[in-house]
């Protein structure tokens, strides 16, 4: 297959320009073309990642702001009630704000920056320049792919500003309350805007998910065989299938959700009586079912969020280790049973919602399984350390990180996992800190690794190293310092979503831990808006990179110009001959894939 | 004004952070990118041994600030929250070692390996031995911490003991519906369409006659040391959910969904004021499921008390069907004592479990 597409190289991007080979003309490129309605794989991942990075910004400044409201709950602060009006009345943020922050940070944070910025941005920019194509399969759903999520955006965005306000009912929307705008002036027009977003979001990850999948399966140059993909496109290319399999169940959820909010249907609605309106005459629907369908997609979601970013740390710890990868074929074989087990465990979320018991003990089961493939991939990446040679880039710094991060993360899973554990434990701060760890935090290290390790390529210089090991240093020890706390709130059986702590005889006790928690998570804020200046300001004014190949890397990224144009190759793709792991291997630093195999060269 | 200047300061912090990182790029290139390249890395080797260190203090540290404060530093309330807590330190302790062990590892390594000129790295891409060994390894380990877990999951899932005794409890926004059976030890019908704020907060069908002694009130349910309690769980309007950190259960209450749940208390509310040093001690039950603007309001008591003045406490009630037709009471219609009602003893009723 591969090799059929490589020796007939009509890819997209060959018509485009008229002769495939014929590299030296340039086709009139306006503004517009090249910067907004591009068709340009890394363009489009440019615009994927700049898009995440501005809702990065807001949902953490939303958490910023809800932070504030729980560190410091006696406080008001006047400089609120300029920003926010009346939802921070007397400089206290209101109840109603603080659920719409809440709700709109885990939105956007899993949806719009670690979804589309994560696997947007690298899915775009890696799958074509490591496989070896000119561009993905189709540059114009491609297209689409990041106007719908631009769509999305402005839709979710025109939300904060409506009267009744945004969404206010947990990034999971979980019907009756989000289904009855009566329960909740949140479920008003702002989940109208909300669902109508999310909608749109579905139509742009499909898009861009069968595009990857299609480009993987049929693109790769000669000699890229499935075995010698980079782990980065195999974590990738899992990512979209998983995408494209879970996210048209969560598309049924929203249109039957839509359904009983606004044409009378009871999928969800049943045996309701909302104080001040009465009894509703939906009966016989079940508020459950809502929750199969969105968990159907949620939980694999996880795994779409994070297994990009162990992709890219696989990648990048093997490179600055000067190491082969340990365990190649395990880490796909993982990989594989993560994608696997992704579709068969959605219900642990669901323990406690009254599910048939020997239904969660099999969810049990299959949930503590993930556990394997994941200690396999933990063991392997240490043992890639192991007898290296490492260079601490910025972006090796953040895959260590995300190792670190991710083995703190996944052993609580272990134990959320146990239903029976979880019946304690569920929708505490337990769960606020596991899940942030290892998939907010850890695929954000993923995130920045890929961001400071392919910064040369995107823009042909470099960021500014010592920002990025203020960067990581920081985010590093505030990132525990913020989550590791959290532990103890929870264990002490401290739920969470709650506004305000000190009504509770049993939960009061953390006031001064908040405090500190807050305090922290407004540092780590202010860093990650240096990372962003260091961005911005590299892209224009950082140190010009001046290898083709800065990391001494193997893989065919690496063997563009500086600044690859459309088509990425001036002249024929390169042939593969081996795969993208061999580092140190009879004593050479790095063996390109593009080398062919020499006669006296050692099996591995 | 406090604002600005605070803007003003982190403003300056960053240029002087800038100014410092660009300066340390002019002289990297001035040194060449070969020898600040080593430097630098040798200090975030350092750096990595230095994080490992101080994390693993920070560990401990929290601990020793908080551990005090969670709910493990007294026993657990009930005696199926005391299997949950030992299920808890054992998985603690399988974590725990994990968590340390790996963490060494990674940043030992981390530090142990930076790139030294005369370092020839080892060309290993795999090893069938070592993969089977921590594929098998966490398996085996994963399988005891599954059928402990199980075992309890059914336990706690599964039929309560006979003695038990059932009390409804209906999350509404914001706040809690308690209804005991009665004497009759029955539910009465309800139907959500006859709900009353004023009269009718449940819906109850009064035509039902077991619905003529239940009790109901929205104060606290009250339960007996020692005797198991079942909980029928239901929801008026949202999702809530019944959370109880001190038993160590929770289950959420679902429109149109009865759940259940079962525990048995193990200490009285007086016994937990003096466990936990605390004489504003109460078990509150925390609605754990987002459920609206006032959901971080959404407060339930329990008191637990002995079977005495438990006794006491029960006689007192009065039917809600008495409260609501007045004129159906006896006693209101002889004037009489309303509590002598109450305390007739009715005890073949007791037995049957409330039906939904």
Known sequence: MSNEAVLHPHSVAATHEGHGVHHEHHHHETFISKYVFSQDHKMIAKQFLITGMVWAVLGGLMSVLFRLQLGYPDSSFPWLEDILGKWAKGGHITPEAYYALVTTHGTVLVFFVLTAGLSGTFANFLIPLQIGARDMASPFLNMLSYWFFFAASIVMLSSIFVETGPFSGGWTAYPPLSALGDASPGSKTGMDLWIVSMALFVVSSLLGGLNYIATILNMRTKGMSMTRLPLTIWALFFTAVLGVLSFPVLLSGFILLIFDRNFGTSFYLSDIYINGVGALPNEGGSAILFQHLFWFLGHPEVYIILLPAMGMVSEILSVNSRKPIFGYMAMIGSLFAIAILAFLVWAHHMFVTGLNPLLGSVFVLLTLLIAVPSAIKVFNWLTTLWRGNIRFTSGMLFAIGFVSLFISGGLTGIWLGNSALDIHLHDTYFVVAHFHIVMGVASMFGMFAGIYHWFPKMYGRYLNNTLGYIHFWVTIAGAYMIFWPMHYEGLAGMPRRYYDYSIWESFKQFVELNRFISLVSMIVFAVQLLFLFNFFYSIFKGRKVTSLNPWSANTLEWTTPLRPGHGNWPGEIPEVHRWPYDYGKDGQDFISQTTPVGEEESHH | ?356
């Open chain 2, 1 to 356: 004004m406090t604002i600005f200047l605070t803007i003003a300061v982190v403003v300056l912090i960053f240029i002087v952070i800038f100014q410092i990182a660009k300066a340390s790029e002019y002289v990297s290139i001035l040194k060449g990118d070969d020898i600040s390249r080593k430097q630098n890395n040798k200090i975030n080797g350092f750096l990595m041994v230095v994080f490992l260190i101080l994390g693993l203090i920070g560990v401990w540290y929290c601990n020793k600030l908080y551990f005090g404060k969670t709910l493990l530093a007294v026993d657990a309330a009930s005696v199926e929250g005391a299997r949950v807590d030992s299920m808890l330190w054992i998985t603690l302790a399988v974590t725990g070692i994990v968590f340390i062990g790996t963490q060494i590892i990674l940043f030992w390594f981390a530090y142990k390996y930076q790139e030294k000129d005369n370092r020839k790295v080892f060309y290993f891409a795999h090893s069938n031995k070592l993969e089977a060994i921590w594929t098998v390894i966490p398996a085996l380990v994963l399988t005891v911490l599954v059928i402990i877990g199980l075992r309890n999951w059914f336990l706690f899932t599964g039929e309560p003991p006979k003695d038990a005794m059932v009390v409804e409890i209906t999350g509404k926004q914001f706040g809690w519906i308690y209804r005991y059976p009665g004497k009759d030890g029955a539910f009465g019908k309800k139907y959500y369409k006859n709900i009353d704020p004023a009269t009718n907060t449940l819906g109850i069908l009064w035509e039902d006659e077991l619905a003529h002694d239940d009790l109901i009130n929205e104060q606290s349910m009250v339960l007996v040391k020692g005797r198991p309690v079942k909980l029928i769980i239901g929801s008026r309007d949202v999702i809530h959910d019944v959370g109880l950190p001190h038993f160590r259960l929770k289950m959420d209450a679902v429109p149109g969904i009865p759940t259940t749940m079962w525990f048995t208390p193990k200490y009285t509310t007086k016994e937990m004021k003096e466990m936990t040093n605390n004489p504003n001690f109460i078990y509150e039950i925390s609605c754990d499921q987002m459920c609206g603007n006032g959901h971080y309001s959404m407060k339930g008591i329990i008191d637990v008390v002995d079977q005495e003045e438990y006794d006491v406490w029960i006689a007192k009630q009065k039917p809600q069907y008495l409260v609501t037709f007045p004129d159906k009471d006896p006693s209101n219609a002889q004037s009489a004592d309303t509590t002598k009602l109450a305390v007739k003893p009715v005890e073949t009723a007791t037995k049957t479990i409330a039906k939904l």
